[in-house]
């Protein structure tokens, strides 16, 4: 328990202040999970994650707060009239673009636990001008919903911040409804990381000490109740990537000159897919 509210304060800490640095200056130049990217102009995790036409007409703020590593509404195939649920929704993009496939019928909910990045996410919605919209306070290990809720749970690049995967899972799996799916996008590892890195706080709120083995997320998957569970990588990441990413860090502890070659094809952004069983 300890252990948890150590990250959860680190991760607060971090999205806190991501929303403040966009709503100061809206510039797209974040890293996944946290942390403007160096002088370089972005961070490669986080870029180029949407078509350009599927964010017209959405506020910059929106889009310059996407923190995520893939696209989950690519894999979702949301329906007119689905009640979709965006587990750590930032700055609402996900959310945003949700609500639009689901329509005036349907209904997209965000759930975050940073304040700033709620009242981030609500002022987006605004400008946005959709209706069918609610951002919900709340860490994703204790859904603020009933169950059998939900239709469809999307989550970007959260699932491995958070200190308690299995009760997030199996949170998610109360929620929805039988017959319910997720599609998320997170960070998956290949094979063992440098223990340093593992046991680094700024590395985990940067998406890459929390993040799960495919085969470990396959059981724990499982074991919360899913099935029909597709893992497919999206995009794999160099050597080069890994030492960009380390040198966003505000860390004196990593050498990431030395760290960064022994991460090449290390990590992935990967697409989640699973059913709840029912209908």
């Not at 859904?143 to 199996?170: E, G, Q, T, Y």
């Not at 046991?199 to 929390?210: D, F, K, M, S, Y």
Request: hydrophobic letters at 40%; a negative charge.
């Amino acid at each position: 328990m300890e252990k948890q509210s150590s990250i959860q304060d680190l991760v607060k800490a971090r999205y806190g202040e991501e929303a403040r640095r966009v709503r100061r200056d809206a510039s797209p130049s974040a890293c996944c999970c946290g942390k403007a990217a160096a002088a370089s102009g972005g961070c490669s995790i986080s870029s180029n994650l949407y078509q350009a036409g599927e964010t017209v007409g959405l506020p910059q703020e929106a889009l310059a707060a996407s923190l995520g590593c893939a696209n989950p509404i690519a894999l979702a195939q949301l329906q007119v009239g689905e009640t979709v649920l965006d587990l750590g929704s930032g700055g609402g993009i996900d959310v945003l673009l949700s609500a639009r496939r689901v329509g005036p019928q349907g209904k997209a909910y965000g759930l975050d636990m940073t304040d700033e990045m709620l009242e981030l996410a609500r002022e987006n919605q605004r400008k946005a001008g959709l209706d069918n919209v609610e951002f919900l306070k709340g860490e994703i290990e204790n859904i603020p919903l009933p169950d059998h809720f939900v239709d469809v749970i999307l989550s970007n690049c959260v699932i491995n911040l958070s200190a308690d995967k299995d009760r997030a899972l199996a949170e998610a799996f109360r929620v929805l409804k039988p017959g319910g799916r997720i599609a998320l996008a997170d960070i998956v590892i290949r094979g063992a990381l440098p223990v340093e890195l593992r046991q680094n706080g700024e590395v985990w709120t940067g998406c890459i000490a929390g993040a799960l083995e495919e085969s470990e997320y396959r059981t724990k998957l499982a074991t919360a109740g899913f099935t029909d569970i597709r893992i497919e990588p999206a995009r794999s990441y160099s050597a080069s990537d890994a030492l960009e990413f380390l040198q966003t860090l505000k860390t004196a502890e990593l050498d990431a000159e030395a760290l960064a070659p022994l991460l090449e094809g290390k990590f992935i952004s990967a697409f989640i897919r699973a059913r709840k069983p029912g209908r």
